[in-house]
């Protein structure tokens, strides 16, 4: 193998002799401009552009044998590894390779796959969170709503039950207890009033529940403890207080008749007297008073009567009475 001085001074028509003395100054550390100036003592007829020539030419040279030197010591331990490595079978190591290769599509085709669901997801969970920050929105107002809701139904947890509804009757009939009251005072000989219970209770609705107070005895008590005949007079009040309210109230217009169904049968003879006056005063007016009713005690009491009777064909048949 050619050194890379014979190469040198093969390529530059120089002896190998003048070119080993150029190189050696080169090593020692000279420059080319002193080299130059001794030329004629060490190297013979080279002229500066040679010895340029010569220099760029030894250092590609030398590159290039550190390349081959690096090169032959991989080569040297790859020889190394593969005398010292075990044998391959080529058959199996491509069946192997022909393998790993499916193995790796179907790896593919199921990341594609997996990224396909990925973005779906993402899409999905992006609308999910705009929905769900809309219900949030949704939510809050729909808790004011139903506390809204509950408050106006008298539904609220641990609250009196009071619908609004029932507050604004509350109102009217507290006007209603009032001219019922005047009604009541005479039916009953100033024993008894009518009063709204305010107590409210916390299972069931209230606003409208009554009890009555007996000036007898300076008790309140409930509605349902009166008698057959108080109740009746207690709703004859309430009626006529009724009356008196809304004519009072509904801008001109006038009650010219009443009519008042059954209840008499319960009353005794004292009782039923003060429902008569109470009625008898209502009719002192220019409002006409109708009673219906079976008790035959009240026919010396009515002037006027319109008798109904039956008929044997199964029809009846009235009668005007003066």
């Given at each position: 193998?050619?050194?890379?001085?014979e190469i040198l001074a093969r390529e530059l028509d120089q002896s190998p002799r003048h070119v080993g003395s150029v190189v050696d100054l080169l090593d020692e550390g000279n420059t080319i401009p002193f080299i130059a100036r001794y030329r004629k003592e060490l190297h013979g007829s080279m002229d500066d552009t040679t010895l340029r020539t010569l220099e760029e030419r030894l250092q590609y040279l030398r590159n290039l044998e550190k390349r081959r030197e690096a090169v032959q010591s991989k080569l040297e331990t790859y020889q190394a590894m593969l005398r010292d490595g075990e044998d391959i079978d080529l058959e199996?190591?491509?069946?192997?390779?022909?393998?790993?290769?499916?193995?790796?599509?179907?790896?593919?085709?199921?990341?594609?796959?997996?990224?396909?669901?990925?973005?779906?997801?993402?899409?999905?969970?992006?609308?999910?969170?705009?929905?769900?920050?809309?219900?949030?929105?949704?939510?809050?107002?729909?808790?004011?709503?139903?506390?809204?809701?509950?408050?106006?139904?008298?539904?609220?947890?641990?609250?009196?039950?009071?619908?609004?509804?029932?507050?604004?009757?509350?109102?009217?009939?507290?006007?209603?207890?009032?001219?019922?009251?005047?009604?009541?005072?005479?039916?009953?000989?100033?024993?008894?009033?009518?009063?709204?219970?305010?107590?409210?209770?916390?299972?069931?609705?209230?606003?409208?529940?009554?009890?009555?107070?007996?000036?007898?005895?300076?008790?309140?008590?409930?509605?349902?403890?009166?008698?057959?005949?108080?109740?009746?007079?207690?709703?004859?009040?309430?009626?006529?207080?009724?009356?008196?309210?809304?004519?009072?109230?509904?801008?001109?217009?006038?009650?010219?008749?009443?009519?008042?169904?059954?209840?008499?049968?319960?009353?005794?003879?004292?009782?039923?007297?003060?429902?008569?006056?109470?009625?008898?005063?209502?009719?002192?007016?220019?409002?006409?008073?109708?009673?219906?009713?079976?008790?035959?005690?009240?026919?010396?009491?009515?002037?006027?009567?319109?008798?109904?009777?039956?008929?044997?064909?199964?029809?009846?048949?009235?009668?005007?009475?003066?």
């Amino acid at each position: 193998m050619e050194t890379i001085i014979e190469i040198l001074a093969r390529e530059l028509d120089q002896s190998p002799r003048h070119v080993g003395s150029v190189v050696d100054l080169l090593d020692e550390g000279n420059t080319i401009p002193f080299i130059a100036r001794y030329r004629k003592e060490l190297h013979g007829s080279m002229d500066d552009t040679t010895l340029r020539t010569l220099e760029e030419r030894l250092q590609y040279l030398r590159n290039l044998e550190k390349r081959r030197e690096a090169v032959q010591s991989k080569l040297e331990t790859y020889q190394a590894m593969l005398r010292d490595g075990e044998d391959i079978d080529l058959e199996q190591t491509e069946g192997r390779k022909d393998a790993l290769t499916r193995e790796k599509a179907e790896l593919e085709k199921e990341s594609g796959a997996l990224h396909t669901r990925l973005t779906l997801n993402g899409r999905t969970k992006e609308s999910l969170l705009r929905h769900l920050e809309a219900l949030e929105k949704s939510g809050g107002r729909l808790v004011w709503l139903k506390a809204l809701a509950d408050t106006a139904n008298g539904a609220l947890t641990g609250q009196e039950r009071f619908r609004l509804e029932t507050y604004i009757q509350t109102t009217y009939f507290s006007r209603v207890l009032y001219r019922a009251n005047l009604r009541l005072r005479v039916m009953s000989g100033g024993q008894y009033d009518l009063l709204r219970r305010t107590e409210g209770g916390l299972r069931g609705q209230s606003g409208l529940d009554l009890d009555v107070v007996d000036h007898w005895n300076g008790t309140t008590r409930g509605v349902e403890t009166l008698s057959g005949g108080e109740s009746f007079l207690a709703s004859l009040a309430l009626a006529l207080g009724l009356a008196d309210e809304i004519q009072s109230s509904a801008g001109g217009v006038q009650l010219d008749t009443m009519f008042v169904d059954e209840g008499f049968g319960s009353l005794d003879d004292e009782a039923l007297q003060k429902a008569m006056k109470a009625l008898s005063q209502l009719g002192e007016g220019r409002r006409l008073v109708g009673i219906i009713s079976h008790v035959a005690g009240l026919k010396e009491r009515i002037d006027r009567q319109i008798i109904v009777k039956k008929s044997r064909s199964g029809g009846s048949r009235a009668e005007i009475a003066c």
